[in-house]
C-alpha cells in the first residue's frame, strides 16, 4: 500500500462520496474505486459496504478510518513544521514539453501538502537551453545527455475535431483528408514530426495553417472548425460549450513515450522530492 491509496481511502470514508474525492485530488473517480480496490485486496478485506448508488464504511472501515485520522493529522503537523523550516528555499523549475495539463495537476495536488513549494513551470517546446531546469517532461529522445531518464507512460495520438463536424462518426484513411487544414502545438515537437511523417507514407504534405505554441489557443482553433488539430490524447476536452472528439483514421495509429529527464547533480531538495512524488503518481495512475 503506498499513502496515496490512504488518503484516497480516508477522504471517501469521511464524506462516503468517490467523486468528491476524485475532485479533491484532481483524478477520475475510478482511479480512486480502482486504488481503493486494490488496498482492500493488499489488506485481504473489504472496508466499504457497497451498493449501486452509495457507498458505506464496514465495521474494518471505520476502525481503518479512525486509525488514520490520528495517523494524518501528526504527519500534516510533521509536513507542515518541516515546510515552514525547510533550508531549501530554490524553487522547482520545470520545462514541460509534453502532458501539460497533467503536470499543472501535479504541480497543484504537490502543494496541497507542501504549500511553500515555489515553481517555475515553463511551457515551451522550442525551448533548448536546458540548464536553467531542475526536471524535464518531453517524449523519449536523445536531446539530454548526462540526464537520469524515467518512463512515464505512452500517450495515442490523435487528429482532434469538434463534436458536430460533418467529419465526425466516419471513417477515413489518412490521405482521404490530404486537402483538410491541420493545426500543430509545435511542427518540431515530437507529434508533429509523427504526423509529418504518416502523411509522407501516405503520399502527401500535410496543409499546416498554424502553429500554436498555447493550449488554450489551439483548442479553441480546433473548436472554431477552421483546422484539424493534432495532439496527445487529453481525454475529454471542452472549449467553450464545445466538445472536441478525435476523429477514427484507420490508418493513423501512434503513440509517444513520455519521460521525465533530471540530472543527479543538481536535481536535489525539493526538486529531488518532486521527482519522486510524479514518479509514484503518474505510474500509479496512467494517463
Known amino acids: 500500500m503506498d499513502l496515496l491509496q490512504l488518503r484516497y481511502f480516508y477522504d471517501s470514508a469521511n464524506n462516503l462520496n468517490i467523486s468528491k474525492t476524485a475532485s479533491k485530488y484532481g483524478v477520475p473517480p475510478t482511479s480512486v474505486s480502482a486504488s481503493i480496490r486494490r488496498l482492500e485486496e493488499e489488506l485481504g478485506c473489504k472496508l466499504f459496504d ?7 464504511l464496514n465495521d474494518r ?28 528555499p530554490k524553487e522547482i523549475r520545470i520545462l514541460v514539453k ?15 501538502t507542501y504549500s511553500h513549494t515555489r515553481f517555475k513551470l515553463m511551457a515551451d517546446f522550442d525551448e533548448t537551453n536546458t540548464e536553467d531546469y531542475d526536471i524535464i517532461i518531453d517524449t523519449k529522445c536523445d ?32 490521405k482521404q483528408l490530404c486537402q483538410m487544414p491541420f493545426v ?11 504526423f509529418h511523417a504518416a502523411c509522407k507514407r501516405a503520399g502527401f504534405s500535410p496543409n499546416i495553417v498554424a502553429q500554436v505554441n498555447d493550449s488554450a489557443c489551439f ?17 475529454t476536452a471542452v472549449e467553450g460549450n464545445t466538445t472536441l472528439v478525435p476523429l477514427n483514421i484507420t490508418d493513423f495509429d501512434y503513440e509517444q513515450t513520455i519521460c521525465m529527464y533530471y540530472s543527479k547533480e543538481t536535481c536535489s531538495g525539493n526538486a529531488s522530492r518532486f521527482v519522486s512524488f510524479l514518479r509514484e503518481n503518474i505510474l500509479n495512475e496512467g494517463f
Open 50 to 56: 457497497r451498493t449501486a448508488n452509495r457507498i458505506s
Open 61 to 88: 472501515g471505520k476502525i481503518m478510518r479512525d486509525s488514520l485520522k490520528r495517523i494524518f493529522s501528526e504527519m500534516d503537523q510533521m509536513l507542515q513544521a518541516v515546510s515552514n523550516t525547510a533550508d531549501d
Open 98 to 112: 509534453a502532458i501539460r495539463a497533467l503536470i499543472t495537476d501535479q504541480v497543484i495536488l504537490y502543494k496541497k
Open 143 to 174: 536531446l539530454y545527455p548526462g540526464y537520469q531518464s524515467i518512463e512515464l507512460g505512452k500517450q495515442r495520438i490523435f487528429c482532434y475535431v469538434p463534436a458536430g463536424s460533418e467529419l465526425c462518426n466516419r471513417k477515413y484513411q489518412l
Open 184 to 194: 500543430l502545438m509545435s511542427q518540431r515537437g515530437n507529434q508533429g514530426k509523427i
Open 219 to 235: 483548442r479553441k482553433m480546433i473548436s472554431s472548425g477552421i483546422a484539424i488539430g493534432v495532439t496527445g490524447r487529453f481525454g
